[in-house]
Nanobody
Framework: QIQLVESGGGVVQSGGSLRLSCAASGFILADYAVGWFRQDPGKEREAVSCITSSGGRANYLDSVKGRFTASRDNAKNTVYLQLSSLKPEATALYYC??????????????????WGQGTQVTVSS
């Protein structure tokens, strides 16, 4: 069964850190690019970070550059997103997704085949 499971979300104060994990089962995550997306109720899902299958390239939303870092451990079939210096506006449900988008389409949710159920991140001021 193909599955992506996120974990690591929680409630943290402004300025704090969290590390999100995205564990895959039923397929080889190393064969796919992985995107991290977030969504607040009533808002569109937005791409926070996208990392290529090799892990050699990662893109970030401008507002999180320098504070969020994506990485992957292909031996563990897992991708991570380190969230640092968190701000209240980062509060959202965070999803990971696997796909094979072109480099120009890394931020498009429609380019991803498999999605996790999401993990909630709440940053208090």
């Amino acid at each position: 069964q193909i599955q992506l499971v996120e974990s690591g979300g929680g409630v943290v104060q402004s300025g704090g850190s969290l590390r999100l994990s995205c564990a895959a089962s039923g397929f080889i995550l190393a064969d796919y690019a992985v995107g991290w997306f977030r969504q607040d109720p009533g808002k569109e899902r937005e791409a926070v970070s996208c990392i290529t299958s090799s892990g050699g390239r990662a893109n970030y939303l401008d507002s999180v550059k320098g504070r969020f870092t994506a990485s992957r451990d292909n031996a563990k079939n897992t991708v991570y997103l380190q969230l640092s210096s968190l701000k209240p506006e980062a509060t959202a449900l965070y999803y990971c997704a696997a796909g094979r988008p072109a480099l120009s389409a890394l931020r498009l949710p429609s380019m991803y085949y498999y999605w996790g159920q999401g993990t909630q991140v709440t940053v208090s001021s």
